[in-house]
């Protein structure tokens, strides 16, 4: 029996709902081709046991039966579609039971074996019926077996894409969320200082503001996206560094060092503003003479290495505090679960590296 009956029969016997077989040329082929490797091991066991005649004659008599067999099996199946478990099984029995005459009939013609149908007795008559019916249940129970792996397969394949699909929101939802909560203080504090400054500096808070602007339209046109290359990023940092150098002045300092082969990286965007912003925050701004922040990008192997260093006062407990650099680990670990890590550590002589390694081939 070919799989097409298999998959008629396990759809009522375990409700499990199937895609409809297409009887398309490489289906076909398939279906007899197995079929056929299947006679073959009937006929060496027939002939094992010293049943029918030579290996030549049982090989043929049992392809002309199963053959037979599957295609009668295959036509009914095809044309009258039964529903009611029923009608099939009843539809599949009276198919083996044709198929193996028509099969042995056939057999009988081309060998021109005694045992053919055309000289039978009414034993050997039930007895290759009865084989037919052994060989045809055996056969079918091997595509009804194999259907149901199948189906099980697609089913957990579904079931994992509908998983996967439902965490890919999630996680989008919660980037978004973590994003959202870097800005605020930032921009208010911006805001309050230009302020302060075109009351008391016009020019320098004029500066401020512009400075300012060219963040805010970088920010904006970046974040839309869900990934930027790491020059766009460090474009956006380049203007908010700026911010900072107009109220802080020679204090602040700052490099950037790239190679040209890993600007077009793409990266999820604001991942490395939170670390340079920890580094202003507590290593340089409270240090008298300021400092500087060095970031740098390399690659070794597959993996990818940016790295925020600054020359502030040090590491203490208040870098690893902030609410930005607990979101960059939380949009690491959602992005790249367990192929991305954050480290922060001290920057010889003085200062704190903060560290991103993640995959380079994956954005």
Known sequence: MDGGTGAYLLNQQTMITLPSIKFTPKRIFEILLGTMGFNVVIALFLTAIKFGGSFTEN????????????????????????????????????????????????????????????????????????????????????????????????????????????EKKTIESDLKRLQAQIEPHFLFNTLAAILSLLESEPARGRTMLKNFTMYLRAMLSKTRSDHVTIEQEIEMITAYINIFKERMGDRLHYACHIPDTVRSRLLPPMLLQPLVENAIKHGIEPKIDGGQITITASVTGNRLRLEVADTGLGFDNTHLAGLGLANVKERLQALYADQARLIVEENYPCGVKAIIEAPYDTP
């Open 59 to 166: 090989l043929i008599l049992s392809q002309c039966i199963g053959l037979s067999i599957c295609s009668l099996v295959c036509t009914s199946f095809y044309l009258l579609a039964p529903e009611a478990l029923f009608a099939q099984l009843l539809l599949a029995v009276v198919a083996i039971i044709a198929g193996s005459v028509i099969g042995s009939l056939f057999g009988s013609v081309i060998t021109g074996a005694d045992i053919a149908l055309l000289h039978t007795t009414p034993a050997s008559l039930v007895q290759t019926i009865l084989f037919g019916i052994l060989f045809g249940a055996i056969i079918s129970y091997i595509f009804i077996s194999r259907d149901k792996l199948t189906a099980s397969q697609a089913l957990i394949q579904e079931e994992r894409i509908k998983r996967l699909l439902a």
